[in-house]
């Protein structure tokens, strides 16, 4: 099971639906993972931990054509994330020193590797693992599997454009992994640094959430930009004042978190229907760049005294685009179907 340890979401700083009654309408609950650096072994859920995967099952591969001979070494990746933290966790002078910000620079290099064809397999990096036993709200998959892993190929480009990613979405039943594999085979390179993950351990909390402004009905909408409009002219009359937003206090939290409503703050919301059935998707998982960023009234009470210069962290390392975040959709009629994502 999951750790023990937990983190919990302080209240919203104002009662949103007492400001907007009809959003009582809407009220959902997400699952907040929480994820921070640990230790995870294959028998729970994690974020970039093993995966429980059975020994005689070939290991999943990327073969769409696309460079993949010139990269970063996997082992160059962690090597230069711990020497990062050891230097910025030292109580005198931290921060890396000059005899460190060369080897840094080295770390950073690229390398290449020739005789790798454009379609040479390479093997997908595990992301993340998550058993429905360990997460309020993780659906069941298909078959009554009760375990989720999530892969992808450690190179942005695929798809039309060149540079879109591939994930690989598995349901198993845990149950019948009789004898798993030891270690996952490893890409010799990877397109770059945050397609490789840092195990985390999760402290999966339910919170409540509310739509994306812009999914909500055109009245409800217009109460909230002119309750938000008024915020910015106190702000404007005091720099000092708190002013809250709906969209980064009071609606959707930031970080890895399963169900709840998507946030489209990059794009215009659209619909996501299945591929297959053409039934509406609803949102799986959010997968994030970051546990809170500018967010602070969403950082748990158990972080509010990390250091200064872990006030905004990223305990998985990974990136989504730039910098943003991945959700990913599942077909709640059949969650067999083919899954669909955007990055926001």
Avoid at 49 to 55: A, C, I, S, T
Avoid at 64 to 83: F, K, N, S
């Amino acid at each position: 099971m999951v750790t023990a340890m937990t983190r919990t979401t302080p209240p919203r700083p104002l009662d949103v639906e007492g400001l907007f009654p009809k959003l009582a309408g809407y009220r959902g609950v997400t699952t907040r993972l929480h994820p921070r650096a640990g230790s995870p072994d294959r028998s729970v859920s994690s974020i970039g931990g093993p995966l429980l995967w059975p020994v005689d099952e070939p290991w999943p591969m990327c073969t769409e054509p696309h460079r993949r001979g010139r990269g970063y070494r996997i082992a160059d990746i962690r090597h230069r994330r711990q020497l990062l933290a050891q230097a910025w966790a030292r109580d005198v002078a931290p921060g890396p020193t000059d005899e460190e910000r060369v080897l840094l620079k080295e770390l950073e290099r690229k390398h290449r590797v020739p005789d790798l064809a454009d379609t040479h397999p390479v093997p997908l990096i595990g992301l993340v693992q998550l058993y429905q036993r360990d997460v309020p709200g993780l659906p069941a998959g298909p078959e009554c599997c009760d375990l989720l892993q999530v892969l992808w190929c450690p190179f942005e480009a695929h798809g039309p454009s060149g540079y879109g990613l591939a994930l690989h979405m598995i349901w198993r039943r845990s149950d019948q992994v009789r004898e798993p594999l030891g270690a996952a085979p490893e890409p010799l390179l990877v397109g770059f640094e945050g397609a490789v993950p840092e195990p985390c351990v999760l402290h999966p909390e339910q919170v409540t959430t509310y739509p994306y402004v812009g999914t909500l009905p055109a009245r409800l909408q217009s109460k909230i930009d002119a309750w938000e409009e008024k915020q910015e002219r106190k702000a404007d009359k005091d720099p000092d004042a708190d002013v809250l937003t709906y969209q980064h206090d009071l609606s959707i939290p930031p970080g890895y978190r399963v169900g709840g409503f998507a946030s489209w703050h990059s794009t215009d919301p659209h619909a996501m229907t299945c591929s297959v059935c053409g039934a509406p998707m609803a949102l799986l998982m959010t997968l994030d760049s970051g546990e809170w960023d500018g967010c602070i009234s969403w950082m748990p009470v158990e972080d509010g005294r990390l250091p200064e210069h872990l006030r905004y962290p990223r305990p998985a390392q990974l990136a989504f685009g730039r910098y943003g975040l991945l959700n990913v959709f599942s077909c709640p009629a059949r969650p067999e179907h083919p899954h669909r994502w955007s990055i926001q």
